[in-house]
T-cell receptor, first 112, second 112 residues
Framework: NAGVTQTPKFQVLKTGQSMTLQCAQDMNHEYMSWYRQDPGMGLRLIHYSVGAGITDQGEVPNGYNVSRSTTEDFPLRLLSAAPSQTSVYFC???????????FGPGTRLTVT | SQQGEEDPQALSIQEGENATMNCSYKTSINNLQWYRQNSGRGLVHLILIRSNEREKHSGRLRVTLDTSKKSSSLLITASRAADTASYFCATDAGTGGFKTIFGAGTRLFVKA
């Protein structure tokens, strides 16, 4: 099993550009989530999904969209990048609840 | 808002010593978890303790939970240099059990 994979590993965007961060898992997990981690802070939940077709907002959803068309994939879209979105983004999955999550390696995003 | 708050923010010990980290939270929980993050990597789940449990062990890890004080502690016994990492507590406090909220973490440095 590859576990949770994220692409790209690094990305630089200009303000106003849009992009999609990819996340995939091969463990048949129902629960998937996106977090951002800023220096000196813990992880903050952006969006989460409890299964294909079902998503909901986390603590910091503004400026981000998600969809879940398959069990395996949970992409995160930045609609119009802003410098405040410079961060490390982690995707995670777990069997059917927000517990015992498996994390991907992260995407380091810089917005200039 | 961050429900789990770790204390201390940073801890430096010698190899072989025990390391204790504390976590406090604000509202009632169903479960509390501890995760480890090595520098530049994704988080790894260590242990989950349910609200009706008081203590749990996993190898060199010992977690306690005091729901009356809304606090938990993580003890790592006989620390090794490889234990150098950031440790995060995560709760579902105030989320109805659908989300995990992370604290800012304790940075542990174990000197060889």
């Amino acid at each position: 099993n590859a576990g949770v994979t994220q692409t790209p590993k690094f990305q630089v965007l200009k303000t106003g550009q849009s992009m999609t961060l990819q996340c995939a898992q091969d463990m048949n997990h129902e629960y998937m989530s996106w977090y951002r981690q800023d220096p000196g802070m813990g992880l903050r939940l952006i969006h989460y999904s409890v299964g294909a077709g079902i998503t909901d907002q986390g603590e910091v959803p503004n400026g981000y969209n998600v969809s879940r068309s398959t069990t395996e994939d949970f992409p995160l879209r930045l609609l119009s990048a802003a410098p405040s979105q410079t961060s490390v983004y982690f995707c995670a999955s777990s069997r059917d609840s927000p517990y015992e999550q498996y994390f991907g390696p992260g995407t380091r995003l810089t917005v200039t | 808002s961050q429900q789990g708050e770790e204390d201390p923010q940073a801890l430096s010990i010698q190899e072989g010593e025990n390391a204790t980290m504390n976590c406090s939270y604000k509202t009632s929980i169903n479960n509390l978890q501890w995760y480890r993050q090595n520098s530049g990597r994704g988080l790894v789940h260590l242990i989950l303790i349910r609200s009706n449990e008081r203590e749990k062990h996993s190898g060199r890890l010992r977690v306690t939970l005091d729901t009356s004080k809304k606090s938990s502690s993580l003890l790592i016994t006989a620390s090794r240099a490889a234990d150098t990492a950031s440790y995060f507590c995560a709760t579902d406090a105030g989320t109805g059990g659908f989300k995990t909220i992370f604290g800012a973490g304790t940075r542990l440095f174990v000197k060889a």
